[in-house]
């Protein structure tokens, strides 16, 4: 058990469509990381929040966007889905180096 | 996008066998992190490892930060059923935010 919780758990979504995934973090992690991981694969870095602002990015669209609060949850919002944004959804919160993640959410876009 | 060299790719075990993975990079890392996701869940931290050539034991799993500081290895001693999963490395260098993955090492244990 981690602490990190996400939802929803599925999601079904059609192409052109915007989501919003949400994340709540340990109590205490300042830091949220995201990353979507393809079937098959390992996880793929989409970006960091700490204190509430963006650290960093990876390679990913602006159309992948996200926000963090004050009480420890996050969203990760993606707009104008594509058929390869299917995928698990990962949330990731950490206080130092090491990163404790949720179980994810399953976003299928149809 | 980038991801660390893990192998093997798949491997099967009987019970009761030791195991060895190892993850390799072209670059070099200052903090590499081992995990087991099992299917349909989030990767679990088992190990985490700060210092090339540190040796670190957590239960049954070792793992080492190799000493070029460009990978990294996973012993699993004794395997047991609920073994079973995907066995991912990551890796971060000093100074920036973003974990490099491994494309996974999948166990399967014959009991």
Not at chain 1, 19 to 38: F, I, K, M
Not at chain 1, 58 to 79: A, D, I, M, T
Request: glycine share 10%; proline share 5%; aromatic share 12%.
């Amino acid at each position: 058990e981690t602490g990190v919780t996400q939802s929803p758990t599925h999601l079904i979504k059609t192409r052109g469509q915007q989501v919003t995934l949400r994340c709540s973090s340990q109590s205490g992690h300042n830091t949220v990381s995201w990353y979507q991981q393809a079937l098959g694969q390992g996880p793929q870095f989409i970006f960091q929040y700490y204190r509430e602002e963006e650290n960093g990015r990876g390679n990913f669209p602006p159309r992948f966007s996200g926000l963090q609060f004050p009480n420890y949850s996050s969203e990760l919002n993606v707009n104008a889905l594509e058929l390869d944004d299917s995928a698990l959804y990962l949330c990731a919160s950490s206080v130092g180096d090491e990163q404790f993640f949720g179980p994810g959410t399953r976003l299928t876009v149809l | 996008g980038q991801q660390l060299n893990q192998s093997p790719q798949s491997m099967f075990i009987q019970e009761g066998e030791d195991v060895s993975m190892n993850c390799t990079s072209s670059s070099i890392f200052n903090t590499w992190l081992w995990y087991k996701q099992d299917p349909g869940e989030g990767p679990v931290l088992l190990i985490a490892l700060y210092k090339a050539g540190e040796l670190t034991s957590n239960g049954r799993l070792t793992a080492q930060f190799g000493i070029t500081r460009k990978d990294s290895f996973l012993n699993i001693s004794a395997s047991i059923p609920s073994d079973v999963g995907i066995y991912f490395c990551a890796g971060l260098t000093s100074g920036t935010y973003k974990y490099i993955f491994g494309t996974g090492t999948r166990l399967k244990v014959l009991a």
